[in-house]
């Protein structure tokens, strides 16, 4: 059992930058792969960010460049810092962990203001 709990969500003009947290209520050591995900409405939920426990990463092609995916296994905490941010990136931010199954955070709010 995996509970994740994301932050670092808010309101940001275009251009700025904002880190989102995804902290677990266990060890993230032994976790195969975590990854950021972002929902608008009308949209499927896309993949923005993944990374496996060896530390390989991949981003989906609106993200490469600007965002930056790690995790800090002795915090048991994911992040992502998001950099050039846009409009296009407004959407509910969800952390998402594969241990045998997935594993979903509540998600966390992210406004881009042109």
């Known amino acids: 059992q995996v509970e994740l709990v994301e932050s670092g969500g808010g309101t940001v003009q275009a251009g700025g930058s904002l880190r989102l947290s995804c902290v677990a209520s266990?060890?993230?050591?032994?976790?195969?792969?975590m990854g950021w995900y972002r929902h608008t409405p009308g949209k499927q939920r896309e993949l923005v960010a993944g990374?496996?426990?060896?530390?390989?990463?991949n981003y989906s092609d609106s993200a490469k460049g600007r965002f930056t995916i790690s995790r800090d296994n002795a915090k048991n905490t994911m992040y992502l810092e998001m950099n050039r941010l846009t409009p296009e990136d407004t959407a509910v931010y969800y952390c998402?962990?594969?241990?045998?199954?997935?594993?979903w955070g509540q998600g966390t709010q992210v406004t881009v203001s042109s």
């Open positions: 990374i496996d426990v060896g530390g390989v990463t």
């Open positions: 266990r060890s993230i050591f032994s976790i195969p792969a």
């Open positions: 998402e962990a594969w241990l045998f199954r997935e594993y």
